[in-house]
């Protein structure tokens, strides 16, 4: 019913830059919070960022200043600016969505995830 696609991650050198993108498709009412968290290998999930659809944003400690969440309400799409990445920002990153639907003639939101795409910071 509704679909998350990431794409823009792979293999950049320490100091590089990629940009992220996560576009949301189906029957969407509107959208809520969006965000992007990561996983490294053996590592639990953990959160990137987030942005609210007024556009307030947080983020974990460990990407301020190098990272910006930014998202296009019209486009149902959320970017992931990563600046001065270093090898310990190598994870598969997934975006999420708080989606509201029309269902049974109520309006619910739900929780979607992406399938990940996967960066690589290393010389």
């Known amino acids: 019913q509704v679909q998350l696609v990431e794409s823009g991650g792979g293999l950049v050198q320490p100091g590089g830059s990629l940009r992220l993108s996560c576009v949301a498709s189906?029957?969407?009412?509107?959208?809520?919070?969006m965000g992007w968290y990561r996983q490294a290998p053996g590592k639990q999930r953990e959160l990137v960022a987030t942005i609210t659809g007024g556009g307030n944003t947080n983020y974990a400690d460990s990407v301020k200043g190098r990272f910006t969440i930014s998202r296009d309400n019209a486009k149902n799409t959320v970017y992931l600016q990563m600046n001065s990445l270093k090898p310990e920002d190598t994870a598969v990153y997934y975006c999420?969505?708080?989606?509201?639907?029309?269902?049974?003639?109520?309006?619910?939101?739900?929780?979607?995830w992406g399938q990940g795409t996967q960066v690589t910071v290393s010389s």
């Open positions: 999420n969505a708080d989606v509201m639907l029309w269902v049974l003639a109520e309006l619910k939101t739900y929780t979607y």
């Open positions: 189906g029957s969407i009412f509107g959208i809520n919070d």
